[in-house]
Every structure is written in C-alpha cells, then in structure tokens.
C-alpha cells in the first residue's frame, strides 16, 4: 500500500501560494519575461500613447498623437527622419527600437486622472506596453506618473507644468521633458521687469488643483522678487466658462495686472471675458493695466484670437525657432499634417526618441536599465539647445521661451512671437528647493 | 457698493442665460411631459449655427503671394474671403463681423427643423415610457449631438466675437448717476440680457395672446379635453418642441461672444437649467424665469472674494444648497403646480 506524501495542510499552503500567484496582475509576474514587465518577445516592441483625445484638452492631445505617430514612423524608417537626423546620440537607425519593429496602442484619459489610470493600466496589463507617453494636465500625469511606477514601466511624461511632477509626486519610472512652473517664473521674471518695471498691484486667477497652485506659487514668488504685490490669488474650479463672477472684483481691487494661471478652455474663456470687462482699455495707479498669462500654447492662442495680442507668457518650445532640430521637426510634421506642430507635440515626439535613444544606449528594454541611461543624460539638436535629463528628480533642463501674443498677425500661424530665448542657466533650481520639497524619486521598479 | 452693482449686473446676465435655457426646458415639460436632457445640446447647436454663418462668411480663396513664405518655406497662400472680394473689403468685412447678429436669422429656422426632427423622430416613441427612460435616451442624444460637433468643429472653443461696434463697456454707473466709470459693464452682455427679456416677453405673450397660444396652455391643463373638442393638440405640442428648440438655439447664437463654443457647452448648461427649472417648479414657465434670474444673482454673489472668505467654496455649491432648501420647504418648487410629476 502505498503511503500519499500529500498532507491537508500542505495541499492547503501549495493551493494557497500557487492561487496567490495566479492572482497577481499578468504584467507583475516575472515568469516568461526576462525580469521585467512586459518584456517585448518576438520582433516587435509595444508603446502606449496615452493623452486626451476628448474634453477640454483633447486638441493639445490629438496634437500629441499626431506626433507620436510621426515619432514611430521614424523609428521605424519611414519619412524623412525627423529630429533623428539631428539628434546628438546617433543610435537610433531607422530600424525599430535594438531592432524591434515598434508597434503603438492610443488610450484615451479625457483629461481624467481615474479615467487615465484605467487607460495606462488597460495598456499594460492588456496591450503588454513597455513604455507610456503622453497626456495632457498635471493631474493626469502625476496619477498615471504613480501607476507606471507600481506596475514597472516607464512613464515619458507630456504635457504637465506643476512642480510637483517633479518635485513632490516625482517618481523613479516617470520623466519629465517638459518645463515647469518654477522655470515659466524664473523666465518671466526680468522681462515683465523690463517691460513692467517694479511696482505691479499683482491680481492671480488661479485654476484649482496641483498645476494651478504651483505656477501661482512660482509666479507670485518670481514678480514679488522683483517688488510687485500680490493683491489677491482667488481659485477659480477647472472649466469655469463664465468667469465674469471672478473677473468684476478686479475692477475695484486695485490691481493693476492680471495673472491668469489657466489654461486650454479656461485660458480663452478668461482671458476673453476680462477682455470684455475692459481690463485692457483701464489705468489704474497710473498705469496701463496689463494681463499676463504664464504659460502659453500654439493652440490656446489660436483659441484666443485677438485677445492674445501683446499678452505675455512662456513656453518650452516654439516651431518659429531657427535651429536645425525644430527645422527637421517641422518639416516632417509640417509635410505630413499641413499645419506646425505645438509645444505639446514636440515634447511628446522628443520623449519617444529619447525612451528608443535610452533603451539603445542601455541594450536593453528594462526599466532600471532605461532609467539609468537617462539619468543625468545630455543631449542636443532637438530643438531646445543644449539639454539634460537631472538624475535627482528626472527634470529636463534647457533653455526657455519667453512668448509675446503677436500684435499684427500676418496669417493664421502666426499667433505668438519669441520675445526671448531664457538661458538655461537662468531657470535652474537646486533639487531640494522649497517648491519641490518633499517626496521621495525612490528606486526603479522593473515589475517583476 | 460699485462691486455689489457689478455682481447684479452678473448675475442678471448668468440668470437670462439660465432663464431661456430652462424656459424651453420647461415648455417641453410642460406640453408634452417629456425631461428633455437634449435640450442643452439644442442650445450647443445654436451657438455652432454662429460659428457655421461665422466660417461661411469666411469662406475664402487663395492667392499665392510671392513675397511672403509660409511655415515650410513655400510662396504664402493668402486667404481672401469671398465677401470681400464680392462686395469690397469695407462691406465684405462689415458682413463678417456682424456674423453672430446675422446668425440669429438662420438659427430660428434651422432650430425649429432640429427640434422638429427630434420631437418626431425620436421623443415621440417615449411618451409612454417612464420618466427615467426619456433622461436615458435623451441623455444619449446629447452625448451624440455632442460628438458630431466635435467631428466637425474640433474640441477646441472657437472665437465668435461680437460686432466691433459691442466691443467695450457700457458705463452702467453714469446712468446710475454715480461717478462715470465707477462701474462699466461689457457692452454684449448688456445686450445678451436686453435680448433674453425681448425673448422671454415675447414667448410669454405668444402663449398668452394668441389662439394657438391659449389652445397649448389649455392642452398643458388638460390634453385629454383639448383633444375632445377635437383639436390635433400632438401638432401644436410638436411645433411648441420646435418653439422651444428655436429659444435655446437663440440663447446659444447670443452667447458665443461671451463663451467661446465648445462640444461640451450644453452639458455645462444643461444640469444648471435642470435645477433652475425644479427650483422654479416643474411645467411652470413663470417659475423658469423667476429661479434663473435668481440662481444667477446668487451665483455672482457667492463668487465675491468677501463671501467666499466666510464659506469657502460657497460659489461651487450655492445653486445646489438653494434647491435643496426650496425642494424642503416648497416640494413643488417656487411656482410649481400640483399633480406636475407626483403621479
């Protein structure tokens, strides 16, 4: 008779362990990937694009996806090429990424952080993608910033301006090439002095949540620097419309400048609307009351119509400059598309060539590998001058563009023109300042 | 005292928004008992009919300019509109620019034709059903309607100025006899709420002084008598659809100066109107009228920095805690009547 090694309570533990492992995500497991998620097999690699392609920001989104879509043709070794051709790193050879044909999936984040996070994970756990990109709102990218950073991929941040991308939320997987707050304020700061001078009644409209609250704060902290006061920071929720309840207390507060920390929607309802209030045509103190808006887009501008003229603001990249990377770029979008691209196409093109250069310099599609190749990395000829990826919060630093709403527009493009080209230099900060004080960068996470 | 002005004048101009809005919301309600979740759409549609005559008069042909480069490089495309080049610059552009007044003769028969469609094609097949099915479908309406705008016009808000000559302010505190200047008011928005008032009169007076009127406030009484007596009531309650859907279209026209039209408008307005039309009284055309104009002054003055440092966040909750107070102590809303949705 034979005697069964199979006792109750270690069948119970072994069914215990073996169902804990089957019920962990696909895409934590390590079995049948080389140690990390989603670990490309066969001849093809998987990237997800993940930016609003409705509600309020779908524009700068479907501009995103436009040159994405452009980015992976490059890759692949189709066009002309792009800023490939004028890239500093010479890896990448048309042929894939380390010789993987590279394959796109596009979610949709609607703007939403919950909505996001289901469309990144819905890409990672189902469409196997070893890299996201994208999105639009600080919002978005901190909450998709923090999954990518559980699930082991990593994250090339789009469009997102708070601080706390790479301040407070920041994350080992996430990396941001867009600029900041902090640096919209350090750019601004001496041309508003210039144009300005140094005693400003400062009035802030400001949309309420993270990307709201640190351009106010930089922007506060920037003109204060240079004299002026804050009147008065009233919080304004996102997709306001009518904003006149906000703007008729303006009129009797004493301000003589209006800061409009908004953005997309609310930047053109807002700045229309304090527009038809007259702000513009009053003196107050002696002076012309002036509105600024911090951060500017191609596509807000166009929203805005001849609201913009002469209004300031700040950009990360403009297709008007004159280098050989923004000519490439614009040649190729502009060729394929019929129109040029916006800020947010050229960060969102950039963050898949630099992810394809990084995993090319590493040899290797691992997260930790990819971060490491990134870390403290510096680049050229993609249309910011010289650049580098900061290893202690994954900041991009470059030169910044200071932007002025053209007063005679001489066709459709022409919208906003570069008042200056802020010297890098000039917009960086320490690690731990106090704008982006807190929270941890932690430790790479491969997934498995 | 020129902010408390300010703000009345606000909310008089948020309220006449609010008040034609729900004032159609309401007439549907009223006539053919259906919750229109649509009807926010119908206002999106008509602000789009702006934006349409807008890109119509726009229309333009290119000439090659030799002298001037576009973005790549090439011979600049200069776009010249037809108007000018029909009429001359001086009156080509004059016509341009009264696009959004212009507009206003175009949305009212085009809306009466949308609202027909709706009502026929689609509404009618839930008279019967209950209530939750008629927000259901409607509700999905509005998500398409959207959606199609969107296809067409991009998601992002599109600039509809007003005539150059409604640029600016109007000095609302000469009138008042105080200091000139002390308080200016924009021009259009003086001219939205002038507008909705004409409006308003003027569908009030066409329910209460004409035949056709007073047969569709008898039938909102009693359809099934009004039908004995041998009136086709369903035709009337179609064209009142059509009347309604043309109010909304012209509130959207009349409002693009003010907000930039997007896909997404008329869900904005549209839970706003809702509660302008419970707290009015649901099916009461008056009540409509009295809950917008005083939503909206409510709504400017919980904006004031002065009462958002008391409550903070007041301006985001004030309508909702409004219509929670009159639905405890008045069920039926301001001037609602009873039997309306208590069956």
Redesign the interface.
């Known amino acids: 008779m034979s005697k069964s090694n199979f006792s109750r309570r270690g069948v119970l533990k072994t069914g215990a362990i073996a169902g804990a492992g089957l019920a962990v995500p696909t895409y934590l497991r390590a079995d049948g990937h080389a140690g990390f998620t989603n670990a490309p097999q066969g001849s093809t690699v998987k990237i997800g694009f993940n930016v609003p392609q409705?509600?309020?920001y779908?524009?700068e989104g479907?501009d995103e996806l436009r040159a994405q879509e452009l980015a992976v043709e490059h890759l692949n070794g189709m066009g002309d090429g792009g800023m490939m051709n004028t890239f500093s790193e010479k890896n990448l050879k048309g042929n894939g990424i380390l010789g993987k044909k590279v394959e796109f999936v596009t979610g949709d984040t609607q703007t939403k952080s919950d909505v996001a996070r289901a469309s990144a994970q819905s890409m990672i756990q189902k469409d196997e993608c070893i890299m996201i990109n994208g999105g639009s709102s600080s919002g978005v990218a901190i909450a998709v910033q923090g999954l990518c950073q559980e699930a082991g991929v990593i994250f090339m941040a789009g469009l997102t301006h708070s601080n706390d991308t790479t301040g407070k939320d920041k994350k080992a997987n996430g990396f941001r090439h867009f600029f900041n707050g902090y640096m919209s304020g350090a750019a601004l700061g001496p041309v508003l002095e210039k144009e300005y001078g140094n005693e400003r009644q400062a009035y802030h409209l400001t949309a309420d949540y993270t990307w709201g609250w640190t351009q106010q704060e930089s922007i506060a902290a920037s003109t204060e620097a240079l004299g002026w006061n804050t009147v008065?920071d009233?919080r304004t929720?996102v997709?306001a419309?009518?904003f006149?309840?906000?703007i008729?207390?303006i009129?009797?507060s004493g301000a003589d400048t209006l800061i409009l920390n908004h953005y997309?929607?609310d930047m053109?309802?807002s700045l229309?609307?304090a527009i038809?209030?007259?702000l513009r045509?009053k003196q107050v103190n002696g002076k012309d009351f002036t509105i600024i808006v911090p951060l500017y887009s191609e596509?807000m501008a166009?929203?805005?119509?001849?609201?913009i003229q002469g209004v300031f603001g700040s950009m990360n990249w403009n297709?008007?400059l004159q280098d050989e990377g923004t000519k490439a770029f614009?040649?190729s979008f502009?060729?394929k598309y019929g129109?040029?691209p916006s800020g947010a196409a050229h960060t969102c093109y950039v963050q898949t060539l630099l992810y394809a250069d990084a995993v090319e310099r590493a040899g290797t599609f691992n997260p930790c590998g990819v971060v490491e190749a990134l870390e403290d990395f510096d680049f050229d000829g993609m249309g910011n001058g010289p650049t580098s990826y900061r290893g202690a919060d994954h900041q991009c630093f470059k030169d910044v563009l200071v932007m002025k709403g053209t007063e005679a527009p001489?066709?459709?493009?022409d919208t906003l023109e570069i008042v200056e080209v802020t010297p890098r230099a000039q917009v960086e900060y320490a690690p731990d300042h106090p704008m982006f004080a807190g929270g941890d960068l932690g430790e790479c996470n491969p997934g498995a | 005292m020129d902010a408390f002005i300010l703000q009345i004048l606000n909310g008089l101009d948020k309220g006449s928004a609010y008040a034609l809005i729900a004032l159609g919301l309401t007439l549907i309600f009223g006539t053919l008992g259906v919750v229109n979740f649509a009807h926010g759409a119908l206002f999106m549609i008509g602000a789009f009919c702006a934006v349409t005559v807008q890109k119509l008069l726009g229309l333009s042909f290119d000439v090659i300019d030799p002298t001037q480069t576009d973005f790549l490089g090439n011979p600049l495309k200069v776009a010249i509109p037809y108007v000018e080049a029909w009429f001359g610059p001086a009156i080509g552009g004059a016509i341009q620019d009264w696009s959004v007044p212009l507009a206003i003769l175009v949305v009212i028969p085009v809306m009466f034709l949308v609202g027909w469609a709706m009502e026929r094609g689609l509404i009618k097949h839930f008279y019967n059903r209950p209530h939750a099915d008629q927000i259901l479908v409607t509700f999905g309406l509005a998500i398409v309607i959207g959606e199609i705008i969107k296809a067409f016009f991009g998601a992002n808000p599109i600039q509809t100025p007003a005539p150059e000559v409604f640029i600016g302010t109007v000095d609302v505190g000469a009138w008042l006899g105080m200091d000139p200047g002390s308080v200016a008011y924009p021009t259009w928005r003086m001219v939205y709420f002038f507008f909705s008032a004409i409006i308003i009169a003027a569908v009030f007076a066409f329910l209460q002084f004409t035949t056709f009127g007073m047969v569709v406030r008898a039938g909102m009484a009693d359809r099934e008598t009004v039908g004995l007596l041998g009136i086709d009531i369903d035709k009337r309650f179609t064209l009142m659809f059509g009347l309604a859907a043309a109010v909304a279209g012209m509130a959207g026209v009349m409002y693009t100066p003010i907000l930039s039209p997007h896909y997404n408008i008329g869900m904005d307005f549209l839970v706003l109107s809702f509660v302008v039309v419970v707290v009015g009284g649901m099916g009461s055309l008056p009540g409509a009228v009295l809950a917008g104009f005083l939503l909206g002054i409510l709504q400017s003055f919980a904006s004031m920095n002065e009462v958002k440092a008391l409550i903070p966040g007041i301006d985001q909750i004030i309508i909702y805690l409004v219509a929670i107070i009159i639905l405890l102590t008045r069920p039926r809303g301001l001037m609602g009547r009873k039997g309306v949705m208590e069956d």
Do not use: C, I, M, R
């Open positions: 409705t509600g309020p779908a524009e479907l008065q009233v929720p997709g419309g009518d006149s309840s906000y008729a207390p009129l009797n997309g929607g053109v309802n229309t609307q038809q209030f007259g045509d596509l166009a929203g805005a119509g001849s609201n297709w008007q614009v040649k502009g060729e129109f040029p001489t066709n459709q493009f």
